[in-house]
C-alpha cells in the first residue's frame, strides 16, 4: 500500500473548481515532484493535504489513516508537514526558538531536559537544513535562502512522515537552489521522510524529483518519472511548451 | 526598579526564546523566582501607600490597583495572544454584579466571588467560542459589540439590577485595611498569573499565535484551544476585579462596566505595555490615575486619554514599557562605558 492515498478530493473557492477529484498514491521514501502552470491547483492541493483548508470531497489517507477534515495542527500530529510559498517564520525569535516551539508539540520520546526530539536534537535538524551555528540567530537577520532552509528545519522538527515542500527554491541562486536539493535528499535518505515539492524551477525539479505530477486547471494532467513527464504530449502542449 | 524591570522582561524573554532545553532551564527558574519577588515588592509597596496616604488619593490608588488587575487578565488574550479584545469591561461588571447579588441573597464573600469568577468564566467561554473564529479587527468589533449587550442587560434587567439606578452592595470585608490587603494580594496574584502563564506551554503558544497564527496552526499549536483558554482566564481575573471594585465602591451602576470601559481596559494596557508583566499597572496608572488627579471632567480626561493612545501609539508603540526598556538601555551603555 502507498503511504498517501488521495482519492478524488476536490476544492471549490467561491465558484472556482481549484482542485477537481484529485487521485494520487505516493510510495514511502519518495521525493514527488507536483508541477503546473500557474493557478493550476498545486498549492491548494498542498493545502488539502497538509490541513489547511477542508477538501469538500473525496479521501485523504495517511498510511492507512484518514487526514481529510483534520485541522492543520490535528494533521500535523499524524505527520504532515509543511512549508509556505511565502517565508513564514517567528521572524522576531532566535531559529532555535522556532524549532523548539515545533518539536515540543510533537515530542514523543525524550525530553526538553536532554534537548532530544523522539531522537532528533536540535543540532541534528540544524545541521540537516545546513544551518549549523546558525540556531542563536534572530530569524528575520538570516539570508532569505537561510530563511527558506529555516522553513524546512522547522517543519523537520515536527518528525513527519510526510514534509511538503511550497515552492522552496524561490529567490534562490543556482548555487543556493544545489544545497537545497541535497538537504531534501538528505532529510529523506537520514530520516525516511517522504517528501512533496511544487515548484516552478524545471532544472531544480528535474534532477531532484523521483516521480512528478503535473498539473493543471485543478486536475491531474500526467504522472511517471521525470522523462515520462517531460515527453508526455499534454504537458509539452500546457506547460513546458508553452 | 529592578525588581519593576525583571519582572517586566520575565514574559518576554521567557515567552519569546522558549527556554525549553535543559540548558537555560536552572537559570530561568532564577529569573522567574526574581519576576515573582518584584511584583511581591511592588504589591507591599502599593499596600503601605493605600493605608499611609490621605483618602483621596488612597481611592485612587485603590481604583488603579483594581483597573490593573482586570487589564492584568486582559493582558492574558491581548497582550500575549495579540488578541485586541474589548469586552473586558462586561466581564468587570459579570464579576461586580453577580457578587452583589450573590451577597444581597446572603451568600458568604467566598461563594458570592466564586460564583462571579464562574459566571464571568463562563462568559468568556461563550463569547470565546464565537468570536475566536474571527481576527484583528472584527475580533474588536464582535468583542465590543458583546460588552455593548452586557450594558444592555445591566440597564434593562431591572429586576435582577435595578436598571440605571444600580445596586448597593452589601460589605463583605470587614474593614477598609482588610480590602485594602485584599486588593494588593489580588493584584500581585494577577500579575503572577501573567508570569507564570508566560513561562507556561500555553504562554508560548498564546505568542506564537500572536506573531502568526497560521504558521503557529501548521507547526501543531492547537489555536483554537489555545485562544478559548487564554479568554477564559482573562474573563475570569476580570470577574475577580469586578468583585473588588463593588466592595471598594458600595453601590454598583451600569454607567462602570459600559461598553466604553472594555475599550478603555484595552487602551490601557496597550498605553502601558501589551504582554509586558507591568504594563498594566503603568497604563492603568495613566488612565485612572491622571484624569483623577487632575481633577478634570470626565469629558476631557476622556479627550487626553485619548490624545495621548494616539501619541504613544506613534511614538511608543510598544506602549509605556518599551519606552523603559529603552531609557534602561540607554542608562546601561552609561554605565558600561564608564
Redesign the interface.
Known amino acids: 500500500m502507498a503511504l498517501l492515498e488521495v482519492d478524488g478530493v476536490s476544492k471549490v473557492f467561491g465558484g472556482v473548481q481549484a482542485v477537481r477529484t484529485m487521485q494520487v498514491s505516493v510510495e514511502e521514501g519518495v521525493i514527488q515532484g507536483i508541477i503546473g502552470p500557474n493557478g493550476s491547483g498545486k498549492t491548494t492541493f498542498l493545502g488539502l493535504l497538509?490541513g489547511?483548508f477542508r477538501p469538500d470531497g473525496g479521501s485523504i489517507r495517511l498510511a492507512g489513516r484518514r487526514l481529510d477534515g483534520l485541522?492543520?495542527?490535528r494533521t500535523?500530529?499524524e505527520g504532515v508537514?509543511?512549508t509556505?510559498q511565502t517565508t513564514?517564520?517567528?521572524?522576531?525569535?532566535?531559529l532555535a526558538?522556532n524549532i523548539?516551539?515545533?518539536a515540543?508539540?510533537?515530542r514523543t520520546g525524550g525530553s526538553?531536559?536532554?534537548?532530544t526530539y523522539a531522537g532528533l536534537t536540535?543540532e541534528r535538524i540544524l545541521a540537516l537544513a545546513g544551518l549549523d551555528e546558525r540556531g542563536g540567530e534572530i530569524c528575520a537577520s538570516l539570508s532569505n535562502a537561510e530563511q527558506r532552509l529555516a522553513m524546512i528545519a522547522?517543519?523537520v522538527?515536527?518528525r513527519p512522515v510526510l514534509l511538503l515542500l511550497d515552492e522552496p527554491a524561490v529567490g534562490m541562486s543556482p548555487t543556493e537552489a544545489g544545497d537545497l536539493a541535497r538537504v531534501i535528499r538528505r532529510i529523506r535518505d537520514e530520516l525516511a521522510i517522504t517528501v512533496m515539492i511544487v515548484e516552478h524551477n524545471m532544472h531544480f525539479m528535474m534532477g531532484l524529483a523521483d516521480r512528478i505530477l503535473a498539473m493543471n486547471a485543478g486536475a491531474k494532467l500526467a504522472e511517471g518519472t521525470p522523462a515520462e513527464v517531460r515527453r508526455d504530449p499534454d504537458v509539452i502542449a500546457s506547460y513546458l511548451g508553452g | 526598579m529592578s525588581g519593576a524591570e525583571s519582572a517586566g522582561r520575565g514574559v518576554e524573554a521567557a515567552a519569546?526564546?522558549?527556554e525549553?532545553?535543559?540548558?537555560f532551564?536552572g537559570h530561568g527558574v532564577l529569573r522567574a523566582s526574581g519576576a515573582y519577588l518584584g511584583i511581591a515588592l511592588i504589591g507591599a509597596a502599593l499596600w503601605f501607600l493605600l493605608g499611609h496616604v490621605n483618602a483621596f488619593y488612597s481611592n485612587i490608588l485603590a481604583s488603579i490597583m483594581i483597573w490593573t488587575i482586570a487589564t492584568s487578565g486582559l493582558n492574558l488574550i491581548a497582550g500575549l495572544g495579540g488578541y485586541p479584545s474589548l469586552v473586558q469591561g462586561a466581564f468587570y461588571g459579570i464579576g461586580a454584579y453577580t457578587s452583589s447579588i450573590a451577597l444581597a441573597h446572603g451568600q458568604p464573600l467566598w461563594a458570592a466571588t466564586a460564583l462571579a469568577v464562574a459566571l464571568a468564566g463562563a462568559a468568556g467561554l461563550g463569547v470565546g467560542i464565537i468570536f475566536s473564529r474571527t481576527r484583528g479587527q472584527y475580533f474588536a468589533i464582535g468583542t465590543l459589540f458583546f460588552g455593548a449587550v452586557v450594558g444592555l442587560v445591566m440597564n434593562n434587567w431591572a429586576s435582577l439590577t435595578q436598571g440605571p439606578i444600580g445596586l448597593s452592595v452589601p460589605f463583605a470585608v470587614p474593614d477598609l485595611e482588610t480590602l485594602n490587603a485584599l486588593i494588593a494580594v489580588c493584584m500581585v496574584l494577577s500579575l503572577a498569573l501573567v508570569v507564570f502563564i508566560g513561562r507556561r506551554?500555553l504562554g508560548?503558544r498564546l505568542v506564537?499565535v500572536r506573531?502568526?497564527e497560521?504558521?503557529?496552526?501548521?507547526?501543531?499549536?492547537?489555536?483554537?484551544w489555545t485562544k478559548l483558554a487564554a479568554f477564559v482566564l482573562s474573563a475570569c481575573v476580570g470577574g475577580l476585579a469586578g468583585v473588588l471594585i463593588a466592595q471598594y465602591n458600595g453601590t454598583i451602576s451600569p454607567e462602570l462596566f459600559d461598553y466604553y470601559v472594555g475599550f478603555v481596559m484595552f487602551v490601557a494596557l496597550a498605553v502601558g505595555g501589551a504582554g509586558r508583566v507591568l504594563g498594566p499597572l503603568l497604563g492603568s496608572t495613566f488612565i485612572v490615575g491622571v484624569p483623577h488627579l487632575l481633577n478634570l471632567s470626565s469629558g476631557i480626561g476622556q479627550l487626553l486619554v485619548g490624545i495621548v493612545f494616539v501619541a504613544v501609539m506613534i511614538l511608543v508603540p510598544g506602549g509605556f514599557m518599551s519606552a523603559v526598556d529603552a531609557v534602561l538601555v540607554v542608562f546601561r551603555r552609561g554605565g558600561q562605558s564608564q
Open positions: 497538509s489547511t485541522s492543520a495542527h500535523v500530529k508537514a509543511r509556505f513564514r517564520l517567528f521572524a522576531s525569535w532566535p526558538a523548539r516551539l515545533a515540543e508539540e510533537h526538553a531536559r536532554s534537548g536540535l522547522v517543519a522538527a515536527t | 519569546a526564546t522558549a525549553a532545553d535543559g540548558e532551564r506551554r508560548l506564537a506573531e502568526d497560521d504558521l503557529a496552526e501548521h507547526v501543531g499549536v492547537p489555536t483554537a
